[in-house]
């Protein structure tokens, strides 16, 4: 099975196996997979290698929650999406090939997660990273929570647990798509609840982090991929910080987006993300087709320009798990 079918069928892009490489020294890459896959599915084995041929000698990492691939996948579904973060920046701070810092690849729920190490943690540095229909200003519907294929009964579990009352202190610790849910007119109750999006995008009142904004801002490129046809991401506008407004200001059967850059936390810099724009750090692209539809013409044109650049340092001669 080809990449593109094999992407396809998984719904979101896995990770990477070990294996043998050339000795040139690219810089590394850390790649964290969407909802619905583990770490070390075929899917993300086949384009690892297809990321080796671009760039020979390059050393992928693959986060995981779980070594174990099944365990890994439910992670996905179920945790605490804070500590998750937390026990990654650990898992990346012990690998030595990652110390001279590395570019990012995250797909779909991936790509907020690894913002957030950005934002919170950045030790190694991130240089260039790309985030694959993510979700940045969250998503908004009961029924988005998550979209489940029919035979996922993991899925369709963890969505009716977040259906139940998805600002509850349980759904919002336990159930990860619930800590992305962000209701334009429920924003009270998202601030209250919410300790992971409301976080990281510096939403909540008189708490304001600093330093997040310090970490994004001295990325060299922020890449935001969005879905043109993009059902799964509602709107699928957060894929480049764009959310709908409150419903008192939309007419009748019309969903009004606000774009990134009349975003309160563009407006006012509270997460870097306007300095690093100002700079030509942030990149608009459009793949088109449905979410994590990664054909060729997609993906490869931003993995040979954004990804593996030159690094200090020893060769690296493995992809890792």
């Given at each position: 099975m080809g990449l593109l079918n094999l992407l396809l069928a998984l719904a979101a892009v896995p990770s990477i196996l070990g294996a043998v490489v050339s000795t040139s020294t690219p810089r590394p890459l850390v790649i964290w997979h969407?909802?619905?896959d583990s770490h070390a599915s075929?899917?993300?084995v086949e384009f690892g290698e297809v990321i080796a041929e671009i760039h020979p000698g390059i050393f992928i990492h693959s986060v995981y929650i779980e070594e174990d691939q099944?365990?890994?996948?439910?992670?996905g579904f179920y945790g605490n999406v804070n500590e998750q973060v937390d026990f990654v920046a650990e898992q990346i701070a012990n690998i030595t090939e990652l110390k001279d810092g590395f570019?990012?690849?995250g797909f779909s729920q991936g790509g907020q997660f690894l913002r957030a190490y950005v934002e919170r943690y950045n030790s190694p540095p991130v240089h260039n990273l790309i985030t694959f229909g993510s979700q940045h200003m969250g998503i908004i519907g009961i029924s988005d929570i998550p979209t489940c294929r029919p035979w996922d009964l993991m899925c369709q579990a963890a969505r009716r647990a977040a259906k139940s009352s998805v600002y509850s202190h349980w759904a919002q610790t336990n159930i990860v798509q619930a800590q992305y849910y962000r209701d334009p007119d429920r924003m009270d109750s998202y601030l209250a609840s919410n300790k992971f999006l409301a976080d990281?995008?510096?939403?909540?009142?008189?708490t304001h982090n600093t330093t997040y904004a310090k970490n994004l801002a001295i990325l060299n490129k922020l890449v935001l991929v969005l879905f043109s046809k993009d059902v799964t991401v509602v709107p699928k506008e957060s894929s480049w910080f764009g959310?709908?407004?409150p419903s008192n200001e939309t007419f009748p059967g019309d969903k009004k987006v606000i774009p990134m850059r009349m975003q309160e936390l563009y407006l006012h810099d509270t997460i870097g993300l306007k300095r690093l724009d100002k700079g030509g750090g942030v990149v608009f692209r459009t793949c088109d087709g449905v979410h994590m539809q990664l054909t060729d013409d997609c993906w490869r044109p931003l993995v040979e320009e954004f990804v593996g650049g030159a690094v200090r340092g020893t060769p690296s001669l493995r992809i890792q798990v």
């Amino acid at each position: 099975m080809g990449l593109l079918n094999l992407l396809l069928a998984l719904a979101a892009v896995p990770s990477i196996l070990g294996a043998v490489v050339s000795t040139s020294t690219p810089r590394p890459l850390v790649i964290w997979h969407g909802m619905g896959d583990s770490h070390a599915s075929p899917g993300m084995v086949e384009f690892g290698e297809v990321i080796a041929e671009i760039h020979p000698g390059i050393f992928i990492h693959s986060v995981y929650i779980e070594e174990d691939q099944e365990e890994d996948r439910r992670a996905g579904f179920y945790g605490n999406v804070n500590e998750q973060v937390d026990f990654v920046a650990e898992q990346i701070a012990n690998i030595t090939e990652l110390k001279d810092g590395f570019d990012a690849i995250g797909f779909s729920q991936g790509g907020q997660f690894l913002r957030a190490y950005v934002e919170r943690y950045n030790s190694p540095p991130v240089h260039n990273l790309i985030t694959f229909g993510s979700q940045h200003m969250g998503i908004i519907g009961i029924s988005d929570i998550p979209t489940c294929r029919p035979w996922d009964l993991m899925c369709q579990a963890a969505r009716r647990a977040a259906k139940s009352s998805v600002y509850s202190h349980w759904a919002q610790t336990n159930i990860v798509q619930a800590q992305y849910y962000r209701d334009p007119d429920r924003m009270d109750s998202y601030l209250a609840s919410n300790k992971f999006l409301a976080d990281i995008n510096n939403e909540i009142p008189d708490t304001h982090n600093t330093t997040y904004a310090k970490n994004l801002a001295i990325l060299n490129k922020l890449v935001l991929v969005l879905f043109s046809k993009d059902v799964t991401v509602v709107p699928k506008e957060s894929s480049w910080f764009g959310s709908y407004a409150p419903s008192n200001e939309t007419f009748p059967g019309d969903k009004k987006v606000i774009p990134m850059r009349m975003q309160e936390l563009y407006l006012h810099d509270t997460i870097g993300l306007k300095r690093l724009d100002k700079g030509g750090g942030v990149v608009f692209r459009t793949c088109d087709g449905v979410h994590m539809q990664l054909t060729d013409d997609c993906w490869r044109p931003l993995v040979e320009e954004f990804v593996g650049g030159a690094v200090r340092g020893t060769p690296s001669l493995r992809i890792q798990v």
